[in-house]
């Protein structure tokens, strides 16, 4: 099993940077694919970002594409969301996961996570 808990949310401007952290614990860490994903009031889950196992790979929307840099540093058992250039609509709760399916047209689909953090609030104010 992995646990999983974010950190690093927070009230910014508009153009600011922020980063997320999503600390995990449990053996299968360094193995699982990482994806962040956010929900804001009244909408659906979106997907973020998502990075292989290996690191070696990472994918975007392009809602976020040049603006979020996903990381992982698997001695520290984290995964990171660098979020710059900020947006109003980019106000979320954004959600940690760990899977296990690397395809760029599945790790897009919560359904591939089986594991999820609590989510860490980030509110960008215009």
């Known amino acids: 099993q992995v646990q999983l808990v974010e950190s690093g949310g927070g009230l910014v401007q508009a153009g600011d940077s922020l980063r997320l952290s999503c600390a995990a614990s449990g053996r299968t860490f360094s193995s699982a694919d990482m994806g962040w994903f956010r929900q804001a009031p009244g909408k659906e889950r979106e997907f973020v970002a998502a990075?292989?196992?290996?690191?070696?790979?990472?994918y975007y929307p392009d809602s976020v594409k040049g603006r979020f840099i996903i990381s992982r540093d698997k001695a520290k058992n984290t995964v990171y969301l660098q979020m710059n250039s900020l947006k109003p609509e980019d106000t979320a709760v954004y959600y940690c996961?760990?899977?296990?399916?690397?395809?760029?047209?599945?790790?897009?689909?919560?359904?591939?996570?089986?594991?999820w953090g609590q989510g860490t609030q980030v509110t960008v104010s215009s």
């Open positions: 990075i292989s196992w290996s690191g070696g790979d990472t």
């Open positions: 996961a760990a899977g296990g399916a690397w395809r760029r047209s599945i790790v897009v689909h919560s359904t591939a996570y089986a594991y």
